[in-house]
Nanobody, 126 residues
Framework: QVQLVESGGGLVQSGDSLRLSCAASGRTISPYAMGWFRQAPGKERKFVATISWSGDSTDYADSLKGRFTISRDNAKNTVYLQMNSLKPEDTAVYYC???????????????????WGQGTQVTVSS
């Protein structure tokens, strides 16, 4: 099973940018789609973005399109989430996940992902 470690979170101000990284170890993630989810305090974990194994296809939660960008570097076994124009409502723990499929069709569900990181905290102050 792949191990995933997120990094890059922190405390920022509204309007700032952050880039999260997800480093994988244990096996290559290149055959698998990857995703980001987030969980705000007191709320359920929700889908943020997903990217196919090749990087050719991406998908985002509707409310995040245009501000967040997911990318991957299979040579580095790493996935990224670029977050721009951050808002206080983006405050959450962000989780990286490795899918059991090469691509995820339709709205990604947690059961489509077999490995999860421990999460990294992102806090956006107003």
């Amino acid at each position: 099973q792949v191990q995933l470690v997120e990094s890059g979170g922190g405390l920022v101000q509204s309007g700032d940018s952050l880039r999260l990284s997800c480093a994988a170890s244990g096996r290559t993630i290149s055959p698998y789609a990857m995703g980001w989810f987030r969980q705000a305090p007191g709320k359920e974990r929700k889908f943020v973005a997903t990217i196919s194994w090749s990087g050719d296809s991406t998908d985002y939660a509707d409310s995040l399109k245009g501000r967040f960008t997911i990318s991957r570097d299979n040579a580095k076994n790493t996935v990224y989430l670029q977050m721009n124009s951050l808002k206080p409502e983006d405050t959450a723990v962000y989780y990286c996940a490795a899918s059991i499929y090469g691509a995820v069709d339709g709205e990604p569900r947690e059961i489509d992902f077999g490995s999860w990181g421990q999460g990294t905290q992102v806090t956006v102050s107003s």
